[in-house]
T-cell receptor, first 115, second 111 residues
Framework: GAVVSQHPSRVICKSGTSVKIECRSLDFQATTMFWYRQFPKQSLMLMATSNEGSKATYEQGVEKDKFLINHASLTLSTLTVTSAHPEDSSFYIC???????????FGPGTRLTVL | QKEVEQNSGPLSVPEGAIASLNCTYSDRGSQSFFWYRQYSGKSPELIMSIYSNGDKEDGRFTAQLNKASQYVSLLIRDSQPSDSATYLCAVNGAGSYQLTFGKGTKLSVIP
């Protein structure tokens, strides 16, 4: 199956710092990548949809200046949480999909804790 | 607004029994349907996809789709304790890359 990696798996940072999370499709070229956030005991919330070489499309209520997404290649997308605050602490998960298929394959997730 | 509804559970079944998970969706134009399994603290894992009416079997898993009733289900035969997880139903519509997820059903398989 398609493999998606995410790095780092866990990060703890101080309030006000920025954190970058990488998402890579390892064995396929992903035309579209997605970024989700999941708070404890809640379902996945889509934050943004990212296509290679173009600006990300953010969901309503997600601040694009706070959550910077770069999709530089067909195998790499990054999410930068700028000026992180404790309320940004969450489980961030990326996924990637193939052009001809609708299946999304998820990365293992990044658990962010902002102190 | 597109909605995907699932019974939150928990659904408890004894080991070896059949677990039946259900999902309904609001967007009649939906084209693709997926079941993901999510263990606590982990990311979702795709276990089944189904695109046309009827049944699709993969090992112990069977997905069933009825577009007229806007209903999709997942059956797990010979349930094992390792099947204990939250099962997410996901749907996307025509021409859309985005998935709409249900809130998930928590399944507990009792040894």
């Amino acid at each position: 199956g398609a493999v998606v990696s995410q790095h780092p798996s866990r990060v703890i940072c101080k309030s006000g710092t920025s954190v970058k999370i990488e998402c890579r499709s390892l064995d396929f070229q992903a035309t579209t990548m997605f970024w989700y956030r999941q708070f404890p005991k809640q379902s996945l919330m889509l934050m943004a949809t990212s296509n290679e070489g173009s600006k990300a499309t953010y969901e309503q209520g997600v601040e694009k200046d706070k959550f910077l997404i770069n999709h530089a290649s067909l195998t790499l997308s990054t999410l930068t949480v700028t000026s992180a605050h404790p309320e940004d602490s969450s489980f961030y998960i990326c996924s990637a999909s193939l052009w001809d298929y609708n299946e999304q394959f998820f990365g293992p997730g990044t658990r962010l804790t902002v102190l | 607004q597109k909605e995907v509804e699932q019974n939150s559970g928990p659904l408890s079944v004894p080991e070896g029994a059949i677990a039946s998970l259900n999902c309904t969706y609001s967007d009649r134009g939906s084209q693709s349907f997926f079941w993901y399994r999510q263990y606590s603290g982990k990311s979702p894992e795709l276990i089944m996809s189904i695109y046309s009416n009827g049944d699709k079997e993969d090992g112990r898993f069977t997905a069933q789709l009825n577009k007229a009733s806007q209903y999709v289900s997942l059956l797990i035969r010979d349930s094992q304790p390792s099947d204990s997880a939250t099962y997410l139903c996901a749907v996307n519509g025509a021409g859309s890359y985005q998935l709409t997820f249900g809130k998930g059903t928590k399944l507990s398989v009792i040894p």
